[in-house]
Every structure is written in C-alpha cells, then in structure tokens.
C-alpha cells in the first residue's frame, strides 16, 4: 500500500505541507472556545450519549463537560488530527493507545502515531478546552498546538 505521501505527491500535492489546513485552526477554536461548557451542578453523566470509543469519561477527567461539549471536543479533536496527518512526518498515522504501564490514560483510545510519543487528539483538546473554561482566550491555540507537535519555527517539538 503506498503511503499518504506517495499518493499526495501522484496527484500533485505537496507532501510535506498541510494544503493550507491549519489556517483556519484560529477561527474553528474561536468559535469553539465560546460554546464550551461545563456540565450543570448535580447533572448525571450519561455514558449512552457520549461517543461510543469514548473512555470513562471520569478517568480523564470529562465527566466535567457538559454532553455537548464532549460532542465538540471530539470533533475538533477529528479535525485538528487530520490537519497533523496532512502535515506531519509521512509515517504519522491513526492508531489506538497501547501501553504494559497501568492506569495509561490513553489505553485503547485513538492516538496519533508517528511523533514518538502517541498523541492523544481528545486529551489535548479536552485540556485545551478546559482552559478556555478557565479564561484562556487565545484564539490561536489550535495553530500553536499544530506548530508545536510539528515542530514548525514557533514550535519546538520535533517529529
């Protein structure tokens, strides 16, 4: 099977680049970072309302989001993702977390592969969330954890 990349590069696009994706990385997450909630006082976390690889919610920390907000982390999370996959080193892939440590947040959850650390797309987001509930008001998160992952110049992680 041919690689990400050496399909790209068959239908003229550019490898090693996101085709523009991560641009609108600032406008998803402002408009995003607005409509995230926490879930009200007292109100029961129903795990038939989540989506269905969800983990636990309580094991991480989600039973803290209001339903919706479950729902738009996890498709931002999708989308963020998919932006990394466009950009990201060729053998970055989706793939699920898997680890001999106990208690691994990540057990059999979608992680990127690839970066030499798995990437937890829902965790990262549902942190990024977290802190937009807690006054961080950047609407460029998004992008700065692209650049961050990538290692692209404002970045320093390498992949």
Do not use: C
């Not at 999370?77 to 793939?95: I, M, N, Q, T």
């Not at 798995?118 to 992008?143: C, F, K, Q, V, Y």
């Amino acid at each position: 099977m041919k690689s990400r990349h050496e399909r790209a590069e068959k239908h003229g696009q550019l490898p090693d680049h996101d085709q523009g994706r991560s641009a609108g990385l600032p406008p998803l997450w402002a408009w995003a970072r607005v409509r995230v909630a926490w879930r009200h006082a007292g109100e029961a976390v129903d795990e038939s309302r989540l989506p269905t690889w969800f983990p636990d919610p309580r094991g991480i920390g989600f039973e803290r989001f209001s339903d919706e907000t479950i729902w738009l982390i996890d498709a931002i999370a999708r989308y963020w993702a998919e932006v990394l996959l466009a950009g990201g080193p060729p053998d970055v892939r989706w793939g699920t977390g898997r680890s001999r440590v106990t208690g691994y947040l990540d057990q059999n959850v979608p992680v990127l592969l690839g970066f030499g650390d798995d990437l937890p797309p829902i965790r990262i987001i549902g942190s990024t969330a977290s802190n937009a509930l807690e006054g961080d008001e950047r609407d460029g998160r998004l992008e700065e954890l692209h650049r961050l992952w990538l290692g692209t110049p404002s970045g320093a992680r390498k992949g």
